[in-house]
């Protein structure tokens, strides 16, 4: 059973280009976050997802930032006119439904982008 | 969720029992203690959770104490691999709420 699959794992632009970031959930998983680190810094929560939801966006900056998990295919951070300060890396995290057994969240490796 | 704080950093030689200490003294009745632990740059990685009961799985063991109002991670033989930032967490089990990441604890296994 394959975890959580993000790509690409590393991802450079340009300011003022777009960026957009992709994660598999793991098998059987309906629930999708997306979670930020900046550089030495902690890891901080920006959107919760569920199938064709956004659950919760609390986390999400205001402008430029968006993310959906459509019916079919991966979930997609995507980031439009990059600044600088968005160079981070962004984590994907997957838990399965709300009956299941279990709700942990396991996680992907990362996407790192800079922005240059 | 409630707040918890955890030491910034701590050493521990190869070979012995990491005890990892975590106070969570505003834990509400539904508050489970998640921890999970981040290697160097890579994905956090899920280790344990408990609500009351000690729990132990093949990574380690949670002890939490009896108010609920602190906890330790056992790592019963530490190995350079642990070396990692790790996360006391607490949140609601019934639900799929977000994680709150702190600071967390520096773990730094001592050859």
């Known amino acids: 059973n394959a975890g959580v699959m993000q790509n690409p794992r590393h991802l450079v632009r340009r300011r003022g280009q777009e960026a957009r970031l992709r994660c598999s959930p793991m098998k059987g998983h309906s629930h999708v976050y997306w979670y930020r680190q900046l550089p030495e810094e902690g890891l901080k929560f920006m959107v919760y997802l569920q199938k064709e939801n956004i659950i919760d966006e609390s986390g999400m900056p205001k402008e430029r930032f968006s993310a959906e998990f459509p019916k079919e295919g991966p979930s997609i951070l995507r980031i439009q006119q990059v600044v600088r300060g968005d160079s981070a890396a962004y984590f994907c995290a997957s838990s399965p439904p709300r009956w299941a057994s279990y709700n942990e969240q396991f996680f992907g490796p990362g996407t790192r982008l800079t922005v240059l | 969720d409630a707040k918890t704080t955890q030491p910034t950093s701590m050493d521990c030689a190869e070979g012995r029992a990491a005890n990892l200490p975590c106070n969570h003294s505003?834990?509400?009745?539904?508050?489970?203690v998640y921890w999970y632990r981040q290697i160097h740059s890579q994905g956090p990685q899920y280790i344990i959770h408990g609500l009351k009961n000690n729990e132990t799985n093949e990574m380690a063991s949670l002890i939490i104490t009896e108010d609920r109002k602190s906890s330790t991670l056992i790592l019963p033989h530490a190995t350079l691999r642990d070396t990692a930032v790790y996360y006391c967490i607490v949140r609601s089990y019934f639900g799929n709420e977000k994680l709150t990441f702190g600071t967390g604890t520096r773990l730094t296994i001592i050859p």
């Open positions: 505003t834990i509400s009745g539904n508050e489970y």
